[in-house]
């Protein structure tokens, strides 16, 4: 009892920790590589907001509002992704198949994730030292070795983030008893997968935008 009862407080933890704060950075990764869509002014202007925050809240923030709850969600989710049945072919319900997806962008998004933090905020921005800008993102994705590869990767990322955080909007609702009918479960999974598509259709667009 006392498992189950640990596991039940674990399981709302790791889902609200997903929907809320990592939700919140996902938001804001989007919408400000999506500034580039307005040139590299916009784009480096976007950052430079981000500079503007005292240099002991940004790192607190980064530490425990980011990095803190994005390993607890991901080592949990690892368990949980360990312990899921996934059987699509079997079923082929739309919901199923979700569930399949959710699990396997789970496992996908551990080594994008080691790849692109540790490269761009580890390396780049904590050891080189270097400053995150237009002309560093164009190099890294049109111009510098391995580009269409970095190009490939990211976006291939990004989209799995998406689908994760979306998909796990419905999961949410159906955990926490929000959406409790059929019908309801169905009009959340619409909104949800609706709300995927616009924030893919805008990676793609900013994605696309370094090679106009």
Aim: hydrophobic share 50%; net charge positive; charged share 10%.
């Amino acid at each position: 009892y006392e498992m189950f009862h640990t596991t039940f407080y674990m399981r709302r933890l790791h889902s609200l920790v997903g929907l809320v704060i990592i939700g919140v950075f996902l938001f804001e990764h989007v919408f400000t590589n999506s500034t580039v869509l307005g040139g590299a002014k916009a784009f480096n202007d976007s950052l430079a907001m981000m500079e503007l925050i005292p240099r002991p809240v940004f790192y607190g923030l980064e530490v425990f509002a980011i990095a803190v709850p994005i390993l607890f969600h991901a080592i949990y989710g690892i368990y949980i992704a360990a312990q899921a049945k996934n059987n699509p072919s079997n079923y082929g319900y739309v919901r199923n198949w979700q569930f399949a997806v959710q699990r396997y962008t789970a496992w996908l998004l551990i080594p994008f994730l080691i790849w692109h933090v540790g490269y761009m905020r580890v390396w780049e921005k904590g050891v080189m030292g270097t400053h995150i800008n237009y002309d560093l993102l164009y190099t890294y994705f049109v111009t510098g070795d391995y580009a269409i590869l970095h190009t490939v990767l990211y976006t291939i990322g990004m989209l799995a983030a998406i689908f994760h955080f979306c998909n796990g909007i419905s999961t949410f609702c159906m955990t926490w008893g929000i959406a409790k009918g059929p019908r309801a479960q169905s009009v959340i999974n619409a909104l949800s997968m609706g709300l995927c598509t616009l924030m893919s259709l805008i990676t793609l667009a900013f994605m696309a935008s370094y090679f106009m």
